[in-house]
């Protein structure tokens, strides 16, 4: 059976606003969508740009508690956050690769990534509801810390993945570090569902 663009739009509402508290049209006026909170990373680039896409089609996004990660010196996410919020919670995370940085040093700017996001996620005292990104790598240290205070009992913090548009045949390599530990695995092509177990798909989602 074909589904329509209105229906495939409300499937991917429930599939990653079901977490949020932000289903369209099925929770209005429902106290319990204003205690929800979410962090948001954007991601720099073509990523950004998606990720501001899928927010703009949440309902009642203003009820959400809403925090972003951006990567040290991604200017132009942090004025991408203007266009949605006039004074936007931000926290700075290391980037963990540079585009054409040499494997030698990506590992020990990873390693960076991951000790600075470990120790900001320990100085915490909330955890969000929620984490929501897309890539790119700056995705895994920030899942991963969260992942693992989960599992010792700290936190019940969801991490929801949406894969690139971009990604058409293959998961990007985020996307498959991300997968295992990830709650929902959403992808925007038919194939990625059917190649990957735990893959969700709900048409194009930006």
């Known amino acids: 059976m074909t589904m329509s663009k209105s229906e495939l739009r409300c499937q991917a509402h429930d599939a990653y606003g079901g977490h949020l508290g932000v289903r369209a049209s099925r929770i209005a006026g429902n106290s319990a969508a204003t205690s929800k909170s979410v962090l948001i ?108 205070f989960k599992y010792l009992g700290f936190c019940k913090t969801k991490i929801i993945y949406v894969e690139s548009l971009a990604r058409v045949n293959n998961l990007s390599l985020t996307g498959k570090l991300i997968l295992p530990i990830a709650d929902r695995m959403l992808v925007q092509w038919s194939q990625l569902a059917k190649k990957y177990k735990r893959c969700e798909y709900y048409g194009i989602l930006v």
Do not use: W
């Not at 009642?60 to 951006?70: E, K, M, N, P, S």
């Not at 004074?87 to 990873?110: C, D, H, W, Y």
């Open 41 to 148: 990373l954007l991601g720099s680039g073509g990523h950004t740009g998606e990720m501001i896409r899928i927010l703009r089609q949440f309902e009642h996004f203003d009820h959400l508690q809403r925090q972003y990660a951006v990567s040290d010196s991604d200017e132009t996410s942090l004025a991408s956050i203007g266009s949605l919020e006039k004074s936007p919670s931000v926290i700075t995370i290391p980037r963990a690769r540079n585009i054409g940085e040499s494997k030698l040093s990506a590992v020990f700017r990873s390693s960076k990534a991951f000790i600075s996001t470990f120790l900001l996620f320990a100085s915490m005292r909330q955890y969000p509801d929620v984490f929501l990104c897309n890539g790119p790598g700056t995705a895994i240290p920030i899942a991963y810390v969260l992942f693992f």
